[in-house]
């Protein structure tokens, strides 16, 4: 074999490696976050509560709402098997707001909350009412930290 033919075969193994390293690499990076399946309890805009993202894992957590109309209409739900996420906008002067749940993941340390809210565009014909644009969604009993993180939508 001559010089050229080992330098040749030299290099496409290495690449060869790099490729298997670099692959290795993506595949340990996306299994530090899954996504967990979460379902909407509901969604309400004409319910006065305090701006806020609010995780209930217990009958006391729900003390965080300060409303007994809303806290009445969880009361039924199973806390020891689920958590529920409460977000709740803040007071707006229209209809046409909401806030959707986009994602919720499963990181290594803490489970994420990705959400956004969304507003009338403009020119949009809104009903005039005071609205607290407000999302309860279920999922699988959590115990890690929670980061909530609001991707603004319009």
Known sequence: MNSNH????TILL???????????CKSSASATSENIAFQTVFKDNFTPLQEGCFVLNSAQDFAQLKD?????RLSNRDLT????????????????YSTEITSVENKKTQVVVNYKENSPAAGDMTSAAITYPTVVVSLPKITKKVVFKNHAAR
């Not at 290495?14 to 290795?24: E, G, I, K, Q, T």
């Not at 098997?81 to 046409?96: A, F, Y």
């Open 14 to 24: 290495l690449l060869v490696a790099l490729v298997y390293v670099m692959s290795a």
């Open 81 to 96: 098997n689920e958590t529920l996420l409460v977000i709740v906008q803040k007071q707006r002067n229209s209809g046409g």
């Open 68 to 72: 007994e109309n809303f806290i009445k």
């Open 6 to 9: 080992i330098k040749s075969t």
